[in-house]
Antibody, heavy 121, light 108 residues
């Protein structure tokens, strides 16, 4: 059974970068399609990007292109999401989540616990 | 980018009643990639339905999904106290995933 454990809360100043980690257990990262979703306070869910197995590449939401980088360390089964040029509107809970393509579930069936990122001067 | 519009924004119902939630897409969506999630305050979302109508592991059969093309529905046949939450639809298409804005199901 897949479990995802994310890094702790972060407080950043405007213009800085943040890097959130997501440790996988129960499966190896190479067997999963990892995605990142964020949720601003009191708002809905917003997909940021993730791995597309059809193309074998990471795809990003147009809104975040150029500002977000998603990477994976297969030696430690840890995924990372780095968001740069932070502004106050980036204050949100950031989730990692996996799409279960490999076992026929075309939805994000496993989620991390969320990482709160606060951007404030 | 495909836009998903959920209605109503808020649904006020009593336990035991039937809930019908709508998700309309701005263009046709592959049913294989239409999902529904439940989210309670302070918790991560939980996958309920994928492929428009398949229940995820452990989801009670009072939850069902239907629809095709641009119109999809999540039905909760008899609301239990634990079902009061926010529900989101989600789709994948053209190398992009998008979520609807959510429907809150609240106790009347």
């Amino acid at each position: 059974q897949v479990q995802l454990v994310q890094s702790g809360a972060e407080v950043k100043k405007p213009g800085a970068s943040v890097k959130v980690s997501c440790k996988v257990s129960g499966y190896t990262l190479t067997e999963l399609s990892m995605h990142w979703v964020r949720q601003a306070p009191g708002k809905g869910l917003e997909w940021m990007g993730g791995f597309d197995p059809e193309d074998g590449e990471t795809i990003y939401a147009q809104k975040f292109q150029g500002r977000v980088t998603m990477t994976e360390d297969t030696s430690t089964d840890t995924a990372y999401m780095e968001l740069s040029s932070l502004r106050s509107e980036d204050t949100a809970v950031y989730y990692c989540a996996t799409v279960g393509y490999s076992y026929g579930v075309n939805g994000m069936d496993v989620w991390g616990q969320g990482t709160t990122v606060t951007v404030s001067s | 980018e495909i836009v998903l519009t959920q209605s109503p924004g808020t649904l006020s119902l009593s336990p035991g009643e039937r809930a019908t939630l709508s998700c309309r897409a701005s263009q046709s969506v592959s049913s294989s990639y239409l999902a529904w999630y439940q989210q309670k305050p302070g918790q991560a979302p939980r996958l309920l339905i994928y492929g428009a109508s398949s229940r995820a592991t452990g989801i009670p059969d009072r939850f069902s999904g239907s629809g095709s093309g641009t119109d999809f529905t999540l039905t909760i046949s008899r609301l239990e106290p634990e079902d009061f939450a926010v529900y989101y639809c989600q789709q994948y298409g053209s190398s992009s995933w998008t979520f609807g804005q959510g429907t809150k199901v609240e106790i009347k």
